[in-house]
């Protein structure tokens, strides 16, 4: 059984009821205001995309802008949660946010698409504390069924920033200039510096500390490969060229590395004992497809509306609206059903069955769809990721012990930007491959190559050769939403592995041994001669 608080007596790890417990409800805002700005960070481009490709490159740059972001926020990941261990929430936090806002700022500035791109993956490196730092802070002060609850008001967070996100991109980048999406997350980015300040206390006392370097070298070498094979191949340089060759060997033997040196390592970036933890695996295998639908999602649906269907940037913000209500809807339902009754398990096993259906009927959309009919099938999307993100967060933090909250957070968080970045990228190659079939038959003189089409180009197009081109954009991204709901059938079936560890009032140390003691204690009881009774 667990240990029960002694009634008076404050609860180890949690704020005291005099002095610590007003300041609950800063961190909160503080953490909502830093994930708000991380999420702006993925979210407020897509929509500008279209528009950024036909100045800066062309339509086979497209899913770099996203996918540099993404992966340097994704091999950072682990490096902040064991930082914020050692050093303090704080301190790294403030650091993780300097470095976005400066990434930022270059992105503003950017005069090439290669210029942008590195600047995308400045601010990658400090968005990918944002989300780390932030979400385990939340551990350090609300139990993990009371953090059920907050983690699906997080999850409202992220799913208002897409939102907000794609509408303030396409209105930007509609009245003013696409630099200017940059710019806008410089005051919120001061506002969360504020807010951290005067909410979240420094670290007193110092501690020993090892930082494994080897670890974090291997692990960003490994994922950076997958990204890069995934990406280039078929696409910049065929499968069998020998570069491509070299990352396809370079990722299982990085990989294989970084196994062996963690598991030597004092202080391992990613324990590997986390990967004998049930809740961990199941949730991050989860999260992982999950990330992969949606980052697919939120990058390729504007571009199906803007190109194919011809709306404006803004306009194309707005019919993102329903799956995002959907998203923030089921986040925030999922957080209220985990806070009130203690239990999970089923609510990523329906989430990821919704997920499925949407996109499946996503991958049946043509020009002549009803925008009302599109609306449902991005609704339903949105309901299958929701549950996901903040089921994800609570039940690792849940079920690992206190001292490795951090980087079981930061592994919830680099998983499923591995899904987004390896997602990106492979339906960046699949819609890039079928379009460039799909245009085959059309002279150079009008396809120019797939990434000098925008919607204004395509309007001056003869009858004919442009409802040739509408329906081959249209119709490379069928394959894109087929290959993603595959993804989410694996995603299902994945989620019923999954053994639930019900959430404590309390803070504990030591959860999977108390499941165990629990589980032999019924062994023995089941084991026990049965008596009749009198």
Do not use: C
């Amino acid at each position: 059984m667990s240990a029960q608080p002694i009634p008076g007596q404050p609860i180890a790890g949690q704020p005291t009821p005099g002095e610590h417990q007003p300041r609950v409800g800063l961190v909160i805002g503080a953490v909502a205001a830093t994930l708000l700005l991380a999420s702006l960070g993925q979210t407020i481009v897509s929509t500008a995309l279209p528009t950024i490709v036909s100045d800066l490159g062309g339509l086979d740059h497209l899913s770099w802008v996203v996918i540099a972001y993404l992966l340097a926020s994704t091999v950072v990941a682990p490096v902040y949660g064991k930082l914020g261990d050692l050093y303090g929430r704080k301190v790294v936090l403030q650091v993780a946010i300097l470095i976005f806002l400066i990434g930022a700022a270059l992105s503003a500035f950017a005069s090439s698409m290669t210029f942008l791109i590195a600047a995308r993956a400045l601010q990658g490196l400090g968005g990918g504390g944002l989300m780390v730092v932030a979400m385990t802070v939340v551990a350090d002060v609300i139990p993990p069924r009371q953090r059920g609850k907050v983690q699906g008001v997080f999850g409202g967070v992220f799913g208002v920033s897409t939102v907000i996100g794609p509408l303030l991109g396409g209105f930007i980048v509609e009245h003013f200039s696409w630099h200017w999406i940059f710019l806008v997350n410089l005051p919120v980015g001061i506002a969360a510096l504020a807010v951290i300040a005067a909410a979240l206390p420094a670290r007193a006392e110092r501690i020993e500390h090892s930082i494994d370097y080897a670890g974090f070298a291997l692990l960003t070498g490994s994922l950076s490969a997958i990204v890069l094979f995934t990406s280039l191949g078929g696409n910049t340089f065929a499968w069998t060229d020998p570069m491509m060759i070299g990352l396809a060997v370079a990722a299982p033997v990085l990989l294989a590395l970084f196994v062996w040196v963690e598991s030597r390592a004092k202080e391992p970036v990613l324990p590997l004992k986390l990967f004998r933890n049930n809740t961990f695996v199941v949730t991050n295998a989860v999260g992982f497809i999950v990330g992969l639908a949606m980052f697919g999602s939120i990058t390729f649906l504007p571009l199906y509306l803007q190109i194919a269907k011809g709306v404006s940037p803004t306009e194309s913000g707005l019919q993102l609206l329903p799956m995002m209500i959907g998203l923030i809807g089921a986040s925030t339902l999922s957080g209220t059903i985990m806070s009130r009754t203690g239990h999970y398990r089923w609510l990523p096993i329906a989430s990821t069955a919704l997920l499925v259906v949407g996109l499946l009927l996503l991958g049946t959309m043509q020009i002549a769809t009803p925008d009302w009919q599109v609306g449902i099938y991005m609704f339903l999307v949105g309901l299958g990721i929701g549950p996901t993100m903040s089921v994800g967060v609570t039940a690792s933090q849940n079920a690992v012990e206190r001292s490795m909250v951090g980087v079981a957070t930061a592994g919830t968080t680099m998983f499923r930007q591995i899904g987004g970045s390896i997602g990106i990228s492979v339906f960046g190659a699949i819609f890039s491959n079928r379009l460039a079939a799909e245009l085959g038959g059309l002279g150079g003189g009008h396809a120019g190559g797939s990434g000098a089409f925008n919607r204004d180009m395509i309007a001056a197009l003869p009858e004919p050769v442009r409802e040739t081109v509408l329906n081959a954009f249209a119709s490379a991204l069928h394959p894109v939403f087929f290959v993603a709901a595959a993804a989410g059938v694996i995603a299902f079936a994945v989620s019923f592995l999954l053994k639930e560890i019900p959430l404590s009032n309390v803070v504990r140390k030591e959860p999977e041994a108390e499941i165990a003691a629990e589980e032999a204690g019924a062994a023995a009881v089941a084991a026990a001669p049965a008596y009749p009774s009198r």
